[in-house]
């Protein structure tokens, strides 16, 4: 049973940055894809960052070039940098984990997911 847990989140004013993480358990980050997706009061449901197994990343237009995913196989951690902070990246934050090499944003709500984590951004 693959168990994660999110942490980092947050209020913060417009500009502001946060870092949100996850760790992992029951397997290895290193053959997992993981991802973020988040849920506001409502707006649809968005899949915002992803990294595969290998590495490889992929952010939605929404959040490219203002968020930077990454992670530590040998902690078994993933983490996303958010930068420049807007309203709208209000949300319920979710981390997300699947036993596969790699996780389109669309499909990331289909994993193994944390109780998510708040962030707020307003000024």
């Known amino acids: 049973q693959v168990e994660v847990v999110e942490s980092g989140g947050g209020s913060v004013q417009p500009g502001g940055s946060l870092t949100l993480s996850c760790v992992a358990s029951?397997?290895?980050?290193?053959?997992?894809?993981m991802g973020w997706f988040r849920q506001a009061p409502g707006k649809e449901r968005e899949g915002v960052a992803a990294i595969d197994s290998d590495g490889e990343t992929r952010y939605a237009d929404s959040v490219k070039g203002r968020f930077s995913i990454s992670k530590d196989n040998a902690k078994n951690t993933m983490s996303v940098q958010m930068n420049n902070l807007k309203p709208e990246d209000t949300a319920m934050y979710y981390c997300a984990a699947r036993p596969e090499l790699y996780c389109p944003l669309s499909t990331l709500h289909f994993g193994y997911r944390g109780q998510g984590t708040q962030v707020s951004v307003s000024s």
């Open positions: 029951g397997y290895t980050t290193s053959k997992m894809c």
